[in-house]
Structures are given as structure tokens and as C-alpha cells.
């Protein structure tokens, strides 16, 4: 019998759900609101309904259930900790709860490292072995493979790329996501303005201030406007100076850069690369390196948690996703 498996993509805003049989082909897809301010047991309720509705009438098909959920989390335990986008989420074990209802092995792990598992398997950085993913959005987030197994830590909450601290300004402590997620660009963008810096960005954000967010500091970019240039470019050299720390602890072949702020593409590509050539340790630790972009786009997470599950939680090599998909 072909084996299929269940994908969850628990966001703070969309829930979705999907069934891929064994060569990833996509079966059935269902999609609603999460609802996160309704509370955790709505949510769950969600949760359940949707795997239902991609569930097969025969379910001794379906070999087990793969979920992407935000950080932090224990990818071990199936543990979710306390996510920023799920309103009284705290140690909540969605692992055990999602087995006990439905009876299958539940695998859950955090969006960007089953995003990374996603990109090795079928996007950017298939038939890599090493591989870094940095999802550059609200937050910063990243997944690292290492010699085709996924890196989680005792506890499954490693690879948390966006959380390294740097200092700026003279001695404030801050952090890669705190400088240069889309939420911070927008923020310097705000301060610039008021400051009296010259730029379109407040006309692409129809005059309203406090709506010029970092979309519109991208599209005054690809305009042309010089500070919304220079403000992408900080960006980039700051998430370059976090891949460089990925370079000199991981050595990973290809660095996969997804998320919505990626979508300004050389504006903020350019600079991470000249940034990773200028501060890199040693020319070995970029030859032959790869960074791009993303490749699978909105069904990178019902994807990775299919490769999560068909993994076992990312424990096993992802070698053997070439002999399943």
C-alpha cells in the first residue's frame, strides 16, 4: 500500500492542511482562518477539523502526521513553548494531543527548520548536505542541516539564527531580527522620516506614516529611492554578518534566504553577499558557497512537514527523501 502523510501549517493567522502521497504529490489541501484570539482550545478544535478534512476514508494509508508550527518549540517532546502569534499558547503539547486524537505519529518542528528540510528535499537546495535556510519576514527565523540530518539541539530549539545578540549604537545590545526583520526596517524607515530624511516611502504608504511598513520601503526601493536603499542594505549587511557566524560554525554548502522581505531580491541580496565576502574568516569558508532564494514559496511549510514527518522529526538523513519522493 502507498503510504500518504498528514502536513499541518499552524500559523498566527492561516491554518492549513494537506495530504501528499509517497512521491510528494499533493492529494488534498484544505485552508481556514487560524482564529488565534479565540484561544488555544478553539484553536485546537481547528486543528483537528482540518486534518479531517485532508484525512483519506481509508486511514490506514496515512502513515503519520507532520506539523510546522512558530517557535519556540520542543521538536523533541512535540511541545509548543510560547509563541509571540498564538495568544495562551504555552507549553502546550500539541504533539501528544494530535496522536492521541487521530493515532498516528505526530512530528512537529518549528516553520524555518521545516522549511529548511523543505528547500533540501524539493527547492533551492536540493542534493545539498549542508544547508542554512533564513526566513527574513516578521521575524528571522533559520533551519540548519548538517551532513543531511536537521539540527535541533538537546531540546529541540536550535537554530535560532534571527536571536543572535550584536551590539550597535555604541554599546546597545540588540539582535539579527531585531535590526533587520521586516518590522525593524519599517521602524528605521518611521524614524528616518520624522528625522527629515527625503524619501518616497511615506507617499508609497499613501501618506500614513504608521502604514509604511516594509513593503512599501521595498517597492519605494525598486523605485529607486535612496533611503529606502540604504535602509535594505543595512538590512542585508546585518543578516550577512549572521551567516558569517552560520559559515564559521556550520560550513554549510548553500545558504536558501526565504520570507517576505527576500522578495526585494538584489536590494537586499547584494549587500548579504558582500557582506559574507568581506567579513568571512578565510576565502575557504565561501568557495564554492551558494546563497539564493527561496524556491518553493507559499507551500514551503506543507511541504517541509511532509519531509519532517518522512524524517521522523528530521532525525533521519534526508538521503532517504530521495528514495520516498
Known amino acids: 500500500m502507498d503510504k500518504e502523510i498528514i502536513t499541518v501549517d499552524l500559523g498566527g493567522t492561516q491554518l492549513r492542511a494537506a495530504r501528499y502521497d509517497s512521491a510528494l504529490n499533493l492529494l488534498a489541501r484544505e485552508h481556514t482562518l487560524t482564529g488565534a484570539d479565540d484561544g488555544l482550545e478553539a484553536v485546537l478544535a481547528r486543528i483537528k477539523a482540518i486534518i479531517r478534512l485532508v484525512m483519506p476514508a481509508n486511514r490506514e494509508r496515512v502513515e503519520s502526521i ?3 508550527a512558530p517557535g ?6 512535540g511541545v509548543i513553548v510560547a509563541p509571540p502569534n498564538l495568544p495562551g499558547w504555552h507549553d502546550v503539547p500539541l504533539g501528544a494531543i494530535i ?3 487521530f493515532g498516528l505519529p505526530t512530528y512537529i518542528g518549528n516553520d524555518a527548520n521545516v522549511a529548511a528540510l523543505a528547500e533540501a528535499s524539493q527547492g533551492a537546495a536540493q542534493g545539498c548536505r549542508h544547508v542554512c535556510y533564513i526566513t527574513v519576514s516578521t521575524g528571522i ?6 551532513d543531511g540530518r536537521l539540527v535541533t539541539g538537546h531540546a529541540g530549539l536550535a537554530a535560532e539564527l534571527g536571536h543572535i545578540p550584536i551590539i550597535v549604537d555604541g554599546g546597545r545590545v540588540s539582535s539579527i531580527e531585531l535590526e533587520a526583520a521586516g518590522p525593524a526596517i519599517a521602524r528605521q524607515a518611521r524614524q528616518a522620516i520624522r528625522a527629515g530624511g527625503n524619501s518616497d516611502m511615506l507617499a508609497v504608504a499613501a501618506g500614513e506614516l504608521e ?3 516594509a513593503r512599501a520601503v521595498g517597492m519605494a526601493a525598486a523605485r529607486g529611492d535612496a533611503l529606502a536603499v540604504e535602509l535594505l542594505a543595512y538590512a542585508g549587511r546585518i543578516i550577512g554578518l549572521g551567516i558569517v557566524t552560520v559559515l564559521h560554525l556550520f560550513n554549510p554548502q548553500i545558504i536558501v534566504i526565504g520570507g517576505g522581505v527576500s522578495k526585494t531580491g538584489e536590494l ?3 549587500p548579504i553577499r558582500e557582506t559574507v565576502r568581506d567579513h568571512a574568516l578565510d576565502s575557504a569558508f565561501t568557495a564554492g558557497l551558494r546563497i539564493e532564494a527561496a524556491a518553493l514559496g507559499d507551500d514551503v511549510a506543507l511541504v517541509g512537514a511532509a519531509a519532517l514527518a ?4 528530521g532525525d533521519i538523513d534526508i538521503a532517504t527523501l530521495d528514495r520516498r519522493f
Open 310 to 313: 518522512a524524517t521522523q522529526g
Open 72 to 77: 519556540p518549540l520542543n521538536s523533541k517532546t
Open 99 to 101: 496522536e492521541a486524537e
Open 66 to 68: 507532520g506539523i510546522s
Open 141 to 146: 527565523g533559520s533551519g540548519i542541516i548538517c
Open 211 to 213: 502604514r509604511l511598513d
Open 268 to 270: 537586499l541580496f547584494a
